[in-house]
């Protein structure tokens, strides 16, 4: 252990990957994860005799389309969560980023793509029907619509959800991706399943060498700023074979490396890729910054495949625990009390009259020192009547409030 740990600390310090976050641990938390999915596919199937009332993958809705919002339990992905000691981002990113894998998970030719694109639509339709363009890629492009007439046709949400349900994937121009939350609202963005994937699909700019510097070449009048059939396919091909990866101000990240239905070998591979992109690309501090890394389902606990030594970035980090304050009793106030109290009942005892008031330190016993003060000034007035109405021989005392009695004098 002391050496797995010394192995680790200095692998981050030098931003490489731990010794101990090798393929033989990721090997077999994926063989796992992958067995159980698919038992649980097969108990599944065996549970779906009866026919279904609501309708599932591969079954028709009432429009007479396949509902495509549940997938196969062997299409179920699966995700790889990667934990961080301090957040990676303080914002929230509504538009994701992207990593390369070695292999695909948008791989289905029945797959549809929605392509939203700058203003106007038909430059771009022109270079989709282009001869050189990919007849494999252009069959799966459905839709292309400009941003201006998604604005038109789409502002209500149940128009929304249906753009949603039509295509599987979308793609969005980078030039209006920050218009596009507005735009489609929280039908897409609300969670990441549908969210379009930024792509570039200008014109690269093109330069000219003059000498020791080079000049942009300005757009001629009329010319469209529209990639070429053959690097605009490119690129698209390049979004669909990465897996994407949706940042938050949290601690905790989620990614697509995989499905249910895939063998080994191909998950562990796009698991070690995802991993060192990831590292590389988003975690600040590198490896050092990294708390844990996990494979689950969609409806599975995650299968650890490492976990740091450490649960802190620096040492400045930790903070010594304050000392514990001394318990008190709840009842030393009340004792302290009760022996002032018999403590100036012995001084008024002894010196035949109620104690002269003086300050306290305790601020508890103004209550008692207001009702000795009411008690004197009581006595004293009793008193002052008293003397006022002896005369003669034989005087009778005034009533009192509490009695009244005849006093005679001798």
Known sequence: MATDTMATTISNEKNEAPSNFNREQTSKAVRALLKHMKTHQEENARKS???????????????GKEDDEEPDDLDMFVWLILATKKHIKDQKRLQPSR?????SLNTSPSSTICLITATPQRAFKDVIAHASFPAELRSRITRVIDLTKLQAKY????SRR???REHDIFLADDR?????PHTL???FYKTTTKRPIPVVLSAKKRKEEEGSRRKVTPLKPGEKSVAAPIPMANEITRALSSVLVHIS????TAVRVGRAGWNEKKVVENVEAVVQGMVEKFVPRKWQNVKSLHIKGPNTIGLPLWMSDELWVDEQDVVEDPPEPEPKDA????RERSKRKRKRRKQETANGEPKKLTEHADAGDGEVDDEVAKARQRIKKQKMEAMGDLEGDAVLARPSKRRSKAVEVT
């Open 49 to 63: 005799d009866k026919r279904q009332l609501f309708p599932k993958n591969g079954m028709k809705d009432a429009d």
């Open 185 to 187: 609202g929280k039908v």
């Open 249 to 252: 101000p949290s601690t905790s």
């Open 162 to 164: 249906q753009l949603a």
């Open 331 to 334: 009842n030393d106030d009340g």
């Open 99 to 103: 990593l390369s894998v070695p292999h």
């Open 155 to 158: 502002k209500s949400f149940e």
């Open 176 to 180: 209006v991706k920050l218009s596009l």
